[in-house]
C-alpha cells in the first residue's frame, strides 16, 4: 500500500513534537517534512533529545514541507493559521489545523476574543470542527478540520450527553479547570520556571480565558439553549494533562442511575471515550500518553447539582492525539491508528 | 517571665510535627511534653530526622503530658477527641483542639455526617469556634478552642466579607478546592504513594466530604441565608497548600472597585489576611510554610459572578499555625508570636 | 499467523503492570492470561485503571496461566520465582524470570547476598543472563532468561566496551545511581510515601545493594580482571528513569575520540542504545516510556578517568521493556517489536 | 540596643530574596536598603509576591544602600562584586560577597577558571573564606567575606574531620553532587524550564565546574596533600537542596566507629552541623529551608572506602543562610541568631 505523505508546519513546538511522536508509529504514514520558522537547517532531535537516532530530520521551509505532503498538520500560533490554511487549500492539500483561527463559526466572535482580523471569511466556511465524537461524518469528508482546543475538548465530551438530552440547564454552567504545564508550550516564562511552578498552583484568566467562547458556541451546536459559562483554568504542577470539573443544575429529579446509563450508551462506540462507573471519578495519571478520554459522574444530591469530571492527555486527546485522530478520518484509516489507547500506569 | 508550660496530644501525626516546630520558635513558651499512643518511649527526632539534635525528647503518656501542661493541643482524629479534651477541661488546662469534634454547634448534624455519638453535649456549648478573624474576642476568653478544618479557612476567610455585607447569594454557592498531600496525612495508603500520587490529580469526596455542614453552619453564623454550598476536593501532586476558588452570584451590580474596597478594609488589622489587588489572583506557593491566606477576587462581568480564590498552607493556617495563633489570642501574646509571617519565595 | 500465547505471574505489581501495557501493543502475540496470588478473581484494570475498558481481563491462578501459555513471564519476588520457573521449564515453557534468582552464575554469592537457599541448582545452568546486547546468540538459543536487574542494566551497558576493550582499571569503580520511585515498587512504605519523597532525595544501601555482585559478576564475564566497585543507588523524586553515573580510571592517555569512536562503533547495530556526541551529557527524561538506553561520555583530563552517564528506564529497559525484547530474541520476532523506540518529549 | 543597618545589594535574585527572608526575622537588624540594577523603582513583593504586605521596600540605586548601611550583603554575578567590595571596603562598610570573586586565594587559578580578570589583587589579601565551622575567628576579625559556593560548602563539611584527620587520601577524591533547581537561579533557560525539569534528571559540567578549584583550595588549607577530586554535579527536579555523595580511599584499617565519634566530636560544638548515627543516611528534605547540614557516614567494607553522604539547603546553608551567620559572628551577634535551626518535617 502506498503510503500517505503528511508533513508538520510548525514542528518544532510542543504539538509539532509530540505529533512526530505518534506519526512515526502510525503504519498509514511516512512524515513527508517539518518546518520551523526558526530552526530551519537544524535537526528535530537537536531541540527534542529523545528522538536522537530515530527521527534526526532537519526543518525545511513551509513550502519544502507542503509540496511534498498529501495531508498537512499546521502549529502555529492564532492569527498566523489562516494564511497557511489557504496556501494549502489552495495547493489541494488536506489540512488539520492545530491552532484556533478556524474553530469559531462566529467570525465576530472570533475576531472579539483574539483581536485578530479575518482574513477569508469564505475559507471558514470549509471548516469543521474537529471533535470526532461529535462531528465523524463531516470529519470524513471536508479536508480542512480545526482541531478542538484543549479545554474545550474535555470540558465538550464531559457535557455532550447531557447537553443534547437536555438534562441540564446550561445558562449557569461553572467549569473549573485543571491543566498541566505543557498546555503553556515551549515559550519560556517566569511562570513556567521550575522553581516558580513546581510546588506551586494557581488560578488564571479567571473568566477571560479564550476558549470560553468555543465551548459556550459548541454546546450551543449540540443544542443548549441560552449557554452561559464561568470558566476558570488553573495551572497544575504537572507536565501533562486536563481535569475538568463541571457543575451543571438538573432539570429535573436526580435519577442518577439514568444520567449515568445514557453517558454509557453514548459513548459505547467511541474509542477514546471511558465512562466510568458512577461515582467513581478520574485522575489525569489515568490518560497521561494516551488519546483517552475518561469521564467520572455524581449527582450532589443536596444541591440537585450533576458533577462531572473529565479528564484528557493535554497533548494527546487536547492537541496532537485528537488531530491524528481526524486525519485518521478523513483518510479512512481506522481510527485508532497509531494512537495510544492506553496509559501507563505511572 | 515564667513560660507557659505547652503540651501536644498526639504530637507524632503531621500536624503535631508542625506544632513542635512553630511552639520551639516561640518565646514566650517551653514544651512540656508530647505524647503519642504508638510512639510512648521513642525520640520525636525519629521520626521526624529534620529535628534530630535539636528536638530529641521523648514521647510519653497524655496524663503525663496533661499533668505538666497550663495548655493543651490535642491532635487526634474525629471521635477521640471528646474524652481528652474533657479530661483536659476538668483539670483545668486550656486547651486547642486540632480535631474535628468540637467544630460544629449543631450535634445532631456532627453525628450524622461524621457517623459518631457526642457523649459531652454540655461540653461543647464552652467551645469556640477558633477562626481568629471571625471570632477574636470569644477566643480569649475560652479554655476550649475548637481549631478549623483545613478547607474550611480558606473557603470561610474568603467569603466573609462578601457574606457578611449581603454581596452574594448564598444558596448556590460552588466551591472548588485543591488541596496539598500533607492534608491526607501520615497513614500510607495507595492514593499517596508517591507513584500513584505524582504527575497525578483527581477530585474526591464530591459534594460528601465532611468539610461541607462546618462550610454551610460557619457562613451561617457569619450571616448567611438559606446557605447551601456544593463542595469538591481535589488532591494536588504538591506536599502544602490548599487554593480554594469560589463562585458566588452577584446580588445587584457588579461594582468590582467597592467589593474590592470592602475586602481590603475587613481585613486591614488582620495580621494574616492578604487582600490581592483587584484581578490578581494567588498561588499557593505564596503561602505555603506562612501562617498568611492571600485572597484574589474578580468578577465575571458576563455571568455577574464573583470569583475569589483563597490560599493559604493547609498545616499552617490550615492546622498547626492558626492553633498557635488561638492560643497567642487565648494567652494574651502577640497574635503573631512564634509565626512565619513571610512564605519563603521557593 | 498463529500468535503466541503468553503469560504473565504475579502480574498485579508494576513489572507486571507494565508487561501488560507493552504485550498488548505486541503485533506477535496473545496475552493469554495472568496471575496474582493475592488479587485472583478481580479484574486488572480495578488494580490499574489507565487499563479500564481496553484490558479488564481477571487475575487467575498461577497453574491456569502457565496451561495456556507458550511463554511466561515471572514477576515475584526473589526466592519466589524458582519454583515457578522449574514448574513451567518441566511443562514445556519458556519462561523470562523478571526477578533475581537465576541472574547470578556463582550461586554461593547469591545465596550469600540474597540470604535465600536454591533448590535446583541445575536449572540454573541452563539460564541465559538476558542482556541482549551482551547474550543475544544465547538468548535465543534458551527456554530460561533471566532478567537483569535495573541498575545493572544501565550500569552493564555503560560499562560494557570499556570494559572489554581494556580502557579501564576495573579494581576501583566508582558507580552512583539514582532510581526514580517505581523501583521500589507497589508496596506502601514511608520512604514512597509521597509527603515524605516530594521534594527529596536520599541515598541508600551504600555498598550493600544486592545489585552490586551482579554488577561485579557480568563485568567480569565481560572481561574485566579483579572487579571491585563500590556502588551507592540514590532515590529520586521522580516516577520512572535511572542514571548512573560511572568513574573509571584510563588505563592509558586520555584519547577521548577514540573512546567515543569505539562506543559508537560497539552499539551501532542495538537498536536500543544511543552514544551521545562526545560531552553531551543524557537526560533520564530522554528515555523514559521508551526502551531506549542514552549512554553519554567524557574525560576529565585533570585525573585521567573516564566518566560514563548512562540512562534507562528502569521500567522498560530497566524491567518489562528488556523482558520483552528478550522474549522477541526467543521467539525469532523483530527484536523491537512491541517496544517503544523514542520517549515522549515530556 | 541600636540596631545594625543591613543593606543588600543585587537584592532582586534568588539569593537576595532568600536573605531579606532571614533578615527580616532577624532581631538585630534593620534592612537598609536594597538594590538592584534592572528593577529600580519597582517594590521587592512585585517580584516575590509572598512578601506583599510584610516587604514592599523599593530598590534603590547601589550607592543608596551603601551609604545607609553598616553591613553590605552583595549577591552580583562573578566578576561584578570585585568593584562593589572596593567601594564598600573604601566607605569603611563590612561587606559579605556571596559571590565567587574573593573565594580563592589563588588570583591565578580563579582567573584561569572564571575567565575573568583581577583588578584589586591586594584587596583579596583581606578576604576571609566564610566557612564558619573552619575560619570563625578570623571571620570574626575581618571586614570582608567571601562566602562560600554551595556545592563546596556540602563538600567540605562532609571531609573536614577526616582530611585534618589524616584518615584518606586526598588524590582521588570523587564528588558526585546533587543540587536542586534555585542553584540555577532566577534566569530563564530551557533547562529550567518546568516542561523540561520535571520528571528529569541529569548531570552536567562533569570535571569542570567552576567550583572544583574551590574544593581542592580548602581541602588544601583543612591539611590534605595533593589533592585532586574528579566533580560532577548534577540538577534535581527539587527547588532546594544539595546532597554530595563523597567517596575516598581509606589509609588504613576502616575503624568505623573510630571514624564516627571523630566526626561527632569535631562538630560537637558548631550548631549548623549534625553527625547521623552511623550508616544513617540523610536526606535533604530534612535540611531544607533550614540553615543546617546533616552529614552521614558508612564505610564500605569491601572496598575500604569511606562514603560520606552531606546535605545542605543550597539556598541557606549554601548561600543566605550562611551569609547571615557570617555576619553574626561579624559582627557579635549570636551565631544562630534570625536562622532556622530546624528543617520543616514537609
Given at each position: 500500500?502506498?503510503?500517505?505523505?503528511?508533513?508538520?508546519?510548525?514542528a518544532?513546538?510542543?504539538?509539532?513534537?509530540?505529533?512526530?511522536?505518534?506519526?512515526?508509529?502510525?503504519?498509514?504514514?511516512?512524515?513527508?517534512?517539518?518546518?520551523?520558522?526558526?530552526n530551519?537547517?537544524?535537526?528535530?532531535?537537536?531541540?527534542?533529545?529523545?528522538?536522537?537516532?530515530?527521527?534526526?530530520?532537519?526543518?525545511?521551509?513551509?513550502?519544502e514541507?507542503?509540496?511534498?505532503?498529501?495531508?498537512?498538520?499546521?502549529?502555529?500560533?492564532?492569527?498566523?493559521?489562516?494564511?497557511?490554511?489557504?496556501?494549502?487549500?489552495?495547493?489541494?492539500?488536506?489540512?488539520?489545523?492545530?491552532?484556533?483561527?478556524?474553530?469559531?463559526?462566529?467570525?465576530?466572535?472570533?475576531?472579539?476574543?483574539?483581536?485578530?482580523?479575518?482574513?477569508?471569511?469564505?475559507?471558514?466556511?470549509?471548516?469543521?470542527?474537529?471533535?470526532?465524537?461529535?462531528?465523524?461524518e463531516?470529519?470524513?469528508?471536508?479536508?480542512?478540520?480545526?482541531?478542538?482546543?484543549?479545554?474545550?475538548?474535555?470540558?465538550?465530551?464531559?457535557?455532550?450527553?447531557?447537553?443534547?438530552?437536555?438534562?441540564?440547564?446550561?445558562?449557569?454552567?461553572?467549569?473549573?479547570?485543571?491543566?498541566?504545564?505543557?498546555?503553556?508550550?515551549?515559550?519560556?516564562?517566569?511562570?513556567?520556571?521550575?522553581?516558580?511552578?513546581?510546588?506551586?498552583?494557581?488560578?488564571?484568566?479567571?473568566?477571560?480565558?479564550?476558549?470560553?467562547?468555543?465551548?459556550?458556541e459548541?454546546?450551543?451546536?449540540?443544542?443548549?439553549?441560552?449557554?452561559?459559562?464561568?470558566?476558570?483554568?488553573?495551572?497544575?504542577?504537572?507536565?501533562?494533562?486536563?481535569?475538568?470539573?463541571?457543575?451543571?443544575?438538573?432539570?429535573?429529579?436526580?435519577?442518577?442511575?439514568?444520567?449515568?446509563?445514557?453517558?454509557?450508551?453514548?459513548?459505547?462506540?467511541?474509542?477514546?471515550?471511558?465512562?466510568?462507573?458512577?461515582?467513581?471519578?478520574?485522575?489525569?495519571?489515568?490518560?497521561?500518553h494516551?488519546?483517552?478520554?475518561?469521564?467520572?459522574?455524581?449527582?450532589?444530591?443536596?444541591?440537585?447539582?450533576?458533577?462531572?469530571?473529565?479528564?484528557?492527555?493535554?497533548?494527546?486527546?487536547?492537541?496532537?492525539?485528537?488531530?491524528?485522530?481526524?486525519?485518521?478520518?478523513?483518510?479512512g484509516?481506522?481510527?485508532?491508528?497509531?494512537?495510544?489507547?492506553?496509559?501507563?500506569?505511572?
Open positions: 500500500m502506498s503510503m500517505v505523505q503528511v508533513g508538520v508546519i510548525g518544532s513546538g510542543y504539538v509539532g513534537s509530540e505529533l512526530i511522536g505518534i506519526l512515526m508509529k502510525h503504519e498509514g504514514v511516512d512524515i513527508s517534512g517539518i518546518s520551523s520558522e526558526n530551519q537547517g537544524a535537526a528535530f532531535s537537536t531541540l527534542y533529545p529523545s528522538f536522537k537516532g530515530q527521527y534526526d530530520a532537519q526543518f525545511e521551509s513551509n513550502q514541507v507542503i509540496s511534498k505532503s498529501d495531508v498537512v498538520f499546521i502549529c502555529l500560533p492564532h492569527g498566523k493559521s489562516e494564511n497557511m490554511v489557504k496556501q494549502c487549500i489552495d495547493e489541494g492539500k488536506k489540512v488539520i489545523d492545530a491552532g484556533a483561527d478556524f474553530r469559531l463559526n462566529d467570525l465576530k466572535v472570533y475576531e472579539d476574543w483574539y483581536e485578530t482580523a479575518i482574513s477569508y471569511p469564505e475559507l471558514h466556511g470549509q471548516a469543521v470542527y474537529g471533535l470526532p465524537e461529535m462531528n465523524k463531516a470529519i470524513s469528508q471536508t479536508s480542512l478540520v480545526a482541531n478542538p482546543g484543549c479545554y474545550p475538548t474535555s470540558i465538550l465530551l464531559g457535557l455532550y450527553p447531557a447537553v443534547s438530552e437536555q438534562l441540564i440547564n446550561t445558562d449557569r454552567l461553572i467549569i473549573d479547570a485543571k491543566s498541566g504545564v505543557t498546555g503553556a508550550g515551549k515559550s519560556l516564562s517566569a511562570v513556567t520556571h521550575f522553581a516558580n511552578k513546581n510546588e506551586a498552583f494557581k488560578a488564571y484568566k479567571a473568566g477571560t480565558h479564550r476558549h470560553t467562547p468555543e465551548i459556550e459548541k454546546l450551543g451546536q449540540m443544542g443548549a439553549d441560552n449557554v452561559k459559562v464561568s470558566f476558570v483554568p488553573h495551572l497544575l504542577p504537572v507536565n501533562r494533562g486536563i481535569l475538568s470539573t463541571i457543575y451543571a443544575d438538573l432539570k429535573s429529579g436526580s435519577d442518577s442511575e439514568h444520567i449515568h446509563n445514557l453517558y454509557k450508551k453514548w459513548y459505547a462506540n467511541d474509542p477514546f471515550v471511558t465512562v466510568l462507573d458512577y461515582g467513581t471519578l478520574p485522575d489525569i495519571s489515568h490518560v497521561t494516551s488519546n483517552q478520554c475518561h469521564i467520572g459522574l455524581t449527582v450532589d444530591e443536596r444541591t440537585q447539582r450533576l458533577i462531572i469530571v473529565s479528564v484528557i492527555d493535554n497533548m494527546q486527546k487536547g492537541a496532537a492525539g485528537q488531530a491524528v485522530q481526524n486525519m485518521n478520518i478523513m483518510m484509516f481506522n481510527e485508532t491508528e497509531g494512537l495510544a489507547m492506553v496509559a501507563p500506569s505511572f
